[in-house]
């Protein structure tokens, strides 16, 4: 049975920093990318960041890069998200995935491929 539960999540400041977690049971996490995403209320859910299944390569959407960093400890089954320099617009709930294969790919911000999800952990961030 696969569990990946978000954490870390809450109300901060514009400016702020904010470091996410996602642990994850029930799988091979060596085996799989894993992906952040966010979806605000009455908005589409979008990609954030993926990271392949080693650590060695990432990739950010525009509105987060440079400001966001994704890893992954592996040793522990745990996936990160450190966000600087927060913004009102970066408010929502963010969701940890797990993808079907050890890379990102191209198009994985599409989401097609990833299959197991967590639940959510809320950001706020006011100005």
């Known amino acids: 049975q696969v569990q990946v539960v978000e954490s870390g999540g809450g109300l901060v400041q514009a400016g702020e920093f904010v470091n996410l977690s996602c642990k994850v049971s029930g799988l091979r996490f060596n085996d799989h990318a894993m992906a952040w995403f966010r979806q605000a209320p009455g908005k589409q859910r979008e990609a954030v960041s993926c990271?392949?299944?080693?650590?060695?390569?990432?990739d950010y959407m525009e509105p987060v890069k440079g400001r966001f960093a994704i890893s992954r400890d592996n040793a522990k089954n745990t996936l990160y998200l450190q966000m600087f320099s927060l913004k009102p617009e970066d408010t929502a709930m963010y969701y940890c995935?797990?993808?079907?294969?050890?890379?990102?790919?191209?198009?994985?911000?599409?989401?097609?491929?990833?299959?197991?999800w967590g639940h959510g952990t809320q950001v706020t961030v006011s100005s």
């Open positions: 995935a797990a993808h079907t294969g050890p890379y990102c790919g191209t198009r994985w911000s599409r989401a097609y491929e990833f299959k197991d």
């Open positions: 990271i392949n299944w080693s650590g060695s390569e990432e």
